[in-house]
């Protein structure tokens, strides 16, 4: 590990503000000796039992036990059964909230980023949380990661300001209601890296 590591303490604050400030951070794999790094763009929060739009709306399960533990955790899961998608457990024990990581920028490691995402041109290798995670080689084996993690972390990079930062309603969650409408979608404003525009 290298630079100014996260430390657990940043993921234990309300989600909203985890998912914010995570804009301009690296997030670090260490893959085979090799750093390869991306630079958070884009962020969804999701605060948990009381979120119609979460996966721990309906209590603990197997697939989501790891969302109620510790701060600073990683949750991965299986979507469609064809994308990982990586999320970052936030605040206190037991609520369950946590921040997904939509889009990043690559930063480091590019030529094993291009191996990993072959084919397909360097915008749309972290384009997305599924292809955020095949960037970086993530799947289900890195669930449950207390962070920082020799294979898994973040470090401080650049924060960006609020003059810089816009918020959205999240992505997919049509069947939340009202929660579907939040603007918990935090985007880096004009950059070409986010998901969707």
Partial sequence: MSGRILAPAFFARPVLTVARDLLGRHLVRELAGERLVLR???????????????HARGGPTPRNRVM?????????????GLHHCLNLV???AGEAAAVLLRAGEPWAGLERMAQLRAGRPRRDWARGPGR??????????????ALPHPELWLEAGRPLPAAAVTRRPRVGVDYAGPAARWPWRFI??????????
């Fill in 40 to 54: 958070i763009v884009e962020t969804e929060a999701y605060a948990g039992p009381t979120d119609a739009a979460s």
């Fill in 68 to 80: 109620f533990g510790p701060p600073g955790v990683s949750y991965v899961y299986l979507i469609y």
């Fill in 90 to 92: 936030c605040g206190p």
């Fill in 132 to 145: 955020l995670c095949a960037a970086l080689a993530l799947d289900r084996r890195h669930d449950g990661l």
């Fill in 188 to 197: 880096e404003k004009d950059s070409p890296w986010v998901s969707r525009a």
